[in-house]
Antibody, heavy 118, light 108 residues
Framework: EVQLLESGGGLVLPGGSLRLSCAAS????????MTWVRQAPGKGLEWVSV????????YYADSVKGRFTVSRDNSKNTLYLQMNSLRAEDTAVYYC???????????WGQGTLVTVSS | EFVLTQSPATLSLSPGERATLSCRAS??????LAWYQQKPGQAPRLLIY???NRATAIPARFSGSGSGTDFTLTISSLEPEDFAVYYC??????????FGQGTRLEIK
C-alpha cells in the first residue's frame, strides 16, 4: 500500500525558511513524478510544484517561483520542498501527492501545516 | 492563463436528490479532467479521472462526462456522506496543473 508522510511544517516568521519532507513507501518511488499541493485555511486547492521521477525536470506555480525549490532523493524515497522568503500568504496545509495521470493511481499524504506569522 | 471555473459555488440539496456540478476550462483539456471530493480535515479523494472513469472503490452513483472545455460531475442520488467540497483538476504531471475553486455541496 502506498503511504506518504509529510513533515517539517510549523510556525515561521515572514521572510524565513522551512524545508518540508515527504517520505514515501509502497511502490517504486523513482517511477513517479511527485507533486506538492497546498490549501490555505478555508480555501481551495492550489498546485505548487511538480518534479519528474528522475528529478531532472521541475515546474512551479508563479506564486512560488524563485522562492521554493522542489527536490527528491530516490535512494531515500523522500521528496522535499525548500521554502524561502516565506510570506503570510504561504500559510497553508501542504500535501505531497503521488499521481499517475490517466489511471486510478492517486495518493495524498495527510498534509503538514505551515504558518507564516510574526 | 489557464483557468478552471466551477459552478455553482454552493449547491444545497437533500439526500436522495440528484446533484449536477459543472467545470469549465478556459481552453481545451481534451479528457484530462479529474474530480475530487474533500471532507473537512481530510486530504482530497480522487473520484473521476479522464473525465468519465470512476476511480477505485468509487460508488456507481458518481459519474462524470464531458470533453474539451465543459465537464459535469453527477451524483445520481445523494447519500449523507456525499456532502462535501468537490474540485475539478486538469490532471497532468506537467503544467498547467490547475484546480477549480470548488463547489460546496451542502445539506438543504
Amino acid at each position: 500500500e502506498v503511504q506518504l508522510l509529510e513533515s517539517g511544517g510549523g510556525l515561521v516568521l515572514p521572510g524565513g525558511s522551512l524545508r518540508l519532507s515527504c517520505a514515501a513507501s509502497g511502490s517504486t518511488f523513482s517511477n513517479y513524478a511527485m507533486t506538492w499541493v497546498r490549501q490555505a485555511p478555508g480555501k481551495g486547492l492550489e498546485w505548487v510544484s511538480v518534479i519528474s521521477g528522475s528529478g531532472d525536470t521541475t515546474y512551479y506555480a508563479d506564486s512560488v517561483k524563485g522562492r521554493f525549490t522542489v527536490s527528491r532523493d530516490n535512494s531515500k524515497n523522500t521528496l522535499y520542498l525548500q521554502m524561502n522568503s516565506l510570506r503570510a500568504e504561504d500559510t497553508a496545509v501542504y500535501y505531497c501527492v503521488k499521481d499517475l495521470p490517466g489511471t486510478t493511481f492517486n495518493y495524498w499524504g495527510q498534509g503538514t501545516l505551515v504558518t507564516v506569522s510574526s | 492563463e489557464f483557468v478552471l471555473t466551477q459552478s455553482p459555488a454552493t449547491l444545497s440539496l437533500s439526500p436522495g436528490e440528484r446533484a449536477t456540478l459543472s467545470c469549465r476550462a478556459s481552453q481545451s483539456v481534451s479528457s484530462n479532467l479529474a474530480w475530487y471530493q474533500q471532507k473537512p480535515g481530510q486530504a482530497p479523494r480522487l473520484l473521476i479521472y479522464d473525465a468519465s472513469n470512476r476511480a477505485t472503490a468509487i460508488p456507481a452513483r458518481f459519474s462524470g462526462s464531458g470533453s474539451g472545455t465543459d465537464f459535469t460531475l453527477t451524483i445520481s442520488s445523494l447519500e449523507p456522506e456525499d456532502f462535501a467540497v468537490y474540485y475539478c483538476q486538469r490532471r497532468s504531471n506537467w503544467p498547467p496543473i490547475t484546480f477549480g475553486q470548488g463547489t460546496r455541496l451542502e445539506i438543504k
